[in-house]
């Protein structure tokens, strides 16, 4: 039987902090919150010297009816009470596999690396969402494990749990990992030309089909020449899909 201990790894376990480490993290929370206030995402930290939840935004996306103080307060209990039975069996397995790949990074290269993964909740009133988490290191201890991280979580464009991804900064790599084979294949990250990048930029902004032929001086009949080409190489069906695609992959950075 799972238990909320079995999220954190007895190889990260952060026994005890120098000064030095913990002057790291000064009014750090003032920044994250400022950013939850700009976004529609859920945010929210995780403490694994505490082994807990260090800040949960108001975000409604991630809460299932509570306020953010009560998820906050209930910690790992959260996700035994709102994801589903056969997610919660694949969140743990993403903390396994997730901290065996980061033990093989060199301590300097972790702090710049993401996992992304989806997993389903189910809110109060029955109906069940399929979330996309990335999770990414703030603070490491002297030794390079995770002391704190920050989580992001927003309505996933696929069509089932798991697509779990590892993303470097820098890197035009995308680790993903197998669940049928259980191992880790090296994908090249997906390359838009400039005018898909622009298509999918003033599609974001909100701007109709008409209204980005005139801003980028095209025809209507190019500009969906254009999105149909996007919609290819995504993999997605109409282009609330290809946004939420290239949010959660980081396709336009």
């Known amino acids: 039987m799972a238990s909320e201990s079995d999220f954190f790894s007895s190889r990260n376990t952060v ?6 480490e913990k002057n790291q993290t000064m009014n750090y929370l003032e920044a994250i919150k400022a950013f939850a206030r700009t976004t529609y995402k859920s945010i929210y930290v995780i403490d694994y010297e505490k082994k807990g939840f260090e800040y949960v935004s108001e975000n409604p996306l991630f809460l299932c009816g509570h306020t953010a103080k009560e998820v906050q307060q209930l910690g790992y209990a959260f996700y035994f009470k709102y994801v589903v039975e056969d997610d919660l069996d694949l969140l743990l397995k993403i903390n396994t596999i ?11 290269q972790r702090i710049y690396h993401t996992i992304s993964y989806d997993f389903h909740l189910k809110n109060p009133d029955g109906k069940i969402i399929l979330i996309n988490q990335k999770l ?19 309505l996933s464009s696929e069509k089932k749990s798991g697509n ?25 990250k997906i390359t838009l030309t400039n005018r898909e990048k622009e298509v999918l930029q003033f599609s974001i902004r909100g701007y109709t089909i008409g209204e980005i032929s005139e801003a980028i001086f095209v025809s209507s009949d190019t500009v ?6 996007l919609f290819a190489k995504l993999g997605v069906a109409n282009i609330s899909e290809a946004i939420a695609y290239a949010t959660n992959n980081n396709i336009l950075i």
């Open 15 to 20: 026994n005890s902090l120098s000064e030095n």
């Open 98 to 108: 997730g901290f065996d790949f980061y033990e093989k990074i060199p301590v300097e």
């Open 136 to 154: 990414t290191p703030v603070y490491l201890t002297n030794t390079g494990k995770i002391w704190k991280a920050i989580c992001i979580i927003s």
């Open 164 to 188: 779990i991804k590892i993303y470097k900064k820098g890197d035009n790599k995308i680790f993903e990992y197998d669940l049928e084979g259980s191992f880790w294949k090296t994908l090249d």
């Open 224 to 229: 969906k020449f254009h999105r149909r080409k």
